[in-house]
């Protein structure tokens, strides 16, 4: 929670997630293998994990679905899909094939990212019983078949694990997925059934283990160390393994009679424990809906609120439920309910379809008849032109190139000491730069259009690896050579550059560049400026892109859905069209 609340102190907070894996493996398992070598009562276990866990997930997602109707398109899209996954606990799965990621880093955090989690622990329930009721069916049923099996299966996890970070999977692959965090979940499993035999015997449950009271405090350091230092996505597998193996000793010190037991049984922590459940439920959305960039709540009054609506769920919902209040049949139909929720709360999630599916690298054919058209430029230029294609425009034939993520002509920018518009790793921005040259030349556009794009306002970096900052004589040196270098390239007729549109994005650190009204004034100042000097043509369209508000043009905040890209074109068409009668743009 800490962490998610964005103090920056505890930079290795996340590992939070990791102990709670083995902490789950551990009990879970301690629940179902008491009673081997009898068959698991795996119906009534999911039973009881149903009504434990569904009821209270159900009242957090209709609040994060009435907030939706809130929040604009592309966050609408996010929270319509990861909602519907959440319901099914396949969340973790739907965040790493759900599409590109790019335009998520110009809009809000989704308030269900945290269920990822969730949903590696349902799926957890769901199999372990399974492969239980698996060895129990064996004719001869050994208890170190179900040891070795496991320990196995654990092993296994982790040379997976460290197999798929050595052939260059992502960060992301390696945090959520299900079976890289089997190795925790897994090694919790291994002491749980570890601590079942020992009791069995009428031994203490982790009295096989020297100095276990050490062993706990150790573990207890080694997970404190690893929050103050670890580095968020660095050394992923060694992350998981590190991490599973701290808290493996620290729950073996706390199943004894040890100072970590005492430490733990304390009043305050006994009563956070049985809230556990609503704080993490909570605590997210809490920091996304009401978070500094919404209505700078500052940090205590998050976690109060937090607390309060854990206490709240835990008293009206958790507990009725759990005491057998309601029909568990309530709970066969309830994700249905929320599934329709979903939908019928994310009205705008449908304008976000045709930018999931935008085309990269090769341009596409002309659609429309009249003037012909190339519109070159990031991703708000395709949010501008594949509208226009889609409904070509009276007196227009447009086509137009992009690449997700790469930088316009090789810049790079800098906010607050970081670099932005970084393409994501793998991204062949060399080779778009000469897909775009080669498309053009082979269509022969009648105008080639720039569009404007307030990623240009940033500091700039020059080639010196000096940062110019923006609107200095140094960044109109550096803009103004490499739009000579791309304008050199381009096999048009005649040349125009549209005004750069104000942003309605979320405020922080690098959209409040990106919203600075002045900084859009000052950027559209120099291009018209520029394209004057050139022969250029400067189509203003900031009667429509920078009204008082602009937040209905967007999906996002900066890419226009496709409704105003339509009534862009209504004022850009003539524009074009007009600038064609014109005389022939001469380049060097």
């Known amino acids: 929670m800490v962490y998610h609340f964005g103090q920056g102190w505890l930079p290795g907070g996340y590992i939070g997630v990791d102990v709670f894996f083995v902490l789950s493996g551990y009990l879970i398992t301690t629940l179902l293998v008491q009673n081997l070598p009898e068959p698991v ?21 209709v609040a994060v679905f009435g907030y939706a109707l809130t929040v604009p398109a592309l966050e609408q899209a996010a929270i319509r899909g990861q909602g519907i996954a959440t319901v099914f606990y396949v969340n973790n799965w739907w965040l790493l094939h759900s599409g590109t990621q790019y335009f998520d880093a110009y809009q809000q955090f989704s308030p269900l990212l945290h269920t990822w989690t969730l949903s590696v622990e349902e799926q957890w329930y769901l199999l372990f019983p399974l492969l239980l009721l698996l060895l129990v069916a064996l004719r001869r049923f050994r208890w170190r078949w179900v040891f070795a099996l496991v320990a196995v299966l654990c092993a296994s996890s982790v040379l997976w694990t460290a197999w798929l970070a050595s052939h260059g999977a992502p960060v992301d692959r390696l945090y959520l997925g299900t079976d890289t965090r089997a190795q925790q979940l897994l090694l919790g499993a291994l002491l749980g ?11 203490a449950r982790f009295g096989y283990v020297p100095a276990v009271g050490v062993i706990g405090l150790l573990g207890l350091l080694g997970v404190v160390v690893m929050f103050a230092i670890w580095p968020q996505g660095r050394w992923v597998p060694a992350q998981l393994a590190l991490a599973a193996v701290f808290s493996a000793m620290l729950i073996a010190g706390a199943g004894s009679a040890t100072a970590v037991t005492r430490l733990l049984r304390v009043e305050p922590l006994r009563r956070i424990g049985l809230i556990s459940y609503g704080l993490y439920l909570w605590h997210w959305p ?24 854990a206490a709240v769920s835990y008293l009206v919902v958790e507990r009725p439920v759990r005491a057998g209040g309601g029909n568990i049949k309530v709970l066969l139909v309830l994700p249905l309910v929320l599934v329709a929720l979903a939908v019928l709360c994310t009205p705008k999630a449908d304008d976000t379809r045709y930018l999931r599916g935008l085309p990269e690298h090769a341009a596409p054919d002309y659609r429309g008849e009249g003037t012909t058209t190339f519109v070159l430029g990031d991703s708000v230029s395709a949010s501008l032109w594949l509208p226009a294609a889609t409904t070509p425009p009276p007196g227009i034939a447009v086509t137009g190139s992009f690449l997700l993520g790469c930088p316009l002509f090789g810049m790079q920018f800098v906010a607050d000491g970081q670099h932005v518009v970084q393409p994501p790793p793998g991204t ?19 105008v080639g259009v720039l569009v404007g794009t307030s990623s240009w306002q940033f500091d700039v970096v020059d080639s010196d690896g000096a940062v110019q900052p923006f609107g200095s004589p140094g960044y109109a040196r550096v803009v103004t050579q490499a739009l000579d270098e ?5 096999s048009a007729d005649r040349i125009a550059i549209t005004s750069v549109p104000c942003t309605a ?9 990106k919203n600075d009204r002045d900084r859009t004034r000052v950027l559209n100042d120099f291009l018209r400026g520029y394209a004057r000097a050139h022969g250029y043509g400067f189509i203003d369209l900031g009667d429509v892109t920078c009204a008082p508000d602009v937040s ?5 905040g900066l890419h226009y859905n496709p409704e105003a890209a339509l009534q862009i074109w209504q004022v850009l068409g003539p524009q074009i069209a007009e600038f064609a009668r014109s005389a022939p743009t001469m380049t060097t």
């Not at 809906?289 to 709540?297: E, V």
């Not at 994005?505 to 560049?513: A, E, G, K």
């Not at 209905?552 to 996002?556: E, I, P, Q, R, T």
């Open 41 to 61: 009562r795996a119906r009534t276990f999911w039973e009881r994990r149903a009504r434990r866990l569904f009821p209270a997930l159900a009242v957090m997602l």
């Open 486 to 490: 791309t304008f050199a390239d381009f």
């Open 286 to 309: 809490i920091a996304v809906m009401i978070g500094p960039d919404q209505t700078n709540a500052p940090t205590v009054v998050r976690l109060l609120l937090t607390f309060l609506a």
């Open 552 to 556: 209905g043009l967007y999906v996002d």
């Open 193 to 203: 059934i570890l601590g079942v035999r020992q009791v069995a015997a009428g031994r």
């Open 505 to 513: 994005l979320p405020p922080n650190v690098i959209n409040d560049s």
């Open 428 to 446: 062949d921005c060399a080779g778009w730069e000469g897909q775009w040259r080669e498309d053009m030349a082979q269509r022969q556009p009648a």
